[in-house]
């Protein structure tokens, strides 16, 4: 079982930066592959970010190439985190954002990919 908590969303100026983390319980984190996922108001969950267990392999979505940073920190099973950082935001990255692990390989990229699923962190990015 894991178990994730975001934490670090809110409202800023479109440009500006945030920073997401998700806390995850559970003595096999570093066993699973780890994503971001977003979903605006009427529109469907998409795949943001994605980093493979040993953090090696990252993804991302187009829309997040080149100002997001995905991490992890799987060395200290007392702090398993996922981070998420976001620069240069713009008002259509307004979204409830969601971290999620997964026993699949890789980086999947797929919702439906991932076991677990955090309770969301609501991020708004004004004009």
């Known amino acids: 079982q894991v178990q994730l908590v975001e934490s670090g969303g809110g409202l800023v100026q479109a440009g500006g930066s945030l920073r997401l983390s998700c806390a995850a319980s559970g003595r096999t984190f570093s066993t699973y592959a780890m994503g971001w996922f977003r979903q605006a108001p009427g529109k469907e969950r998409e795949f943001v970010a994605g980093i493979s267990w040993s953090g090696v392999t990252i993804y991302y979505a187009d829309s997040a190439k080149g100002r997001f940073t995905i991490s992890r920190d799987n060395a200290n099973n007392a702090k398993n985190t996922v981070s998420l950082q976001m620069n240069m935001l713009k008002p259509e990255d307004t979204a409830v954002y969601y971290c999620?692990?997964?026993?699949?390989?890789?980086?999947?990229?797929?919702?439906?990919?991932?076991?677990?699923w955090g309770q969301g962190t609501q991020v708004t990015v004004s004009s």
């Open positions: 999620a692990a997964s026993r699949i390989g890789g980086t999947p990229k797929r919702a439906d990919q991932y076991d677990y």
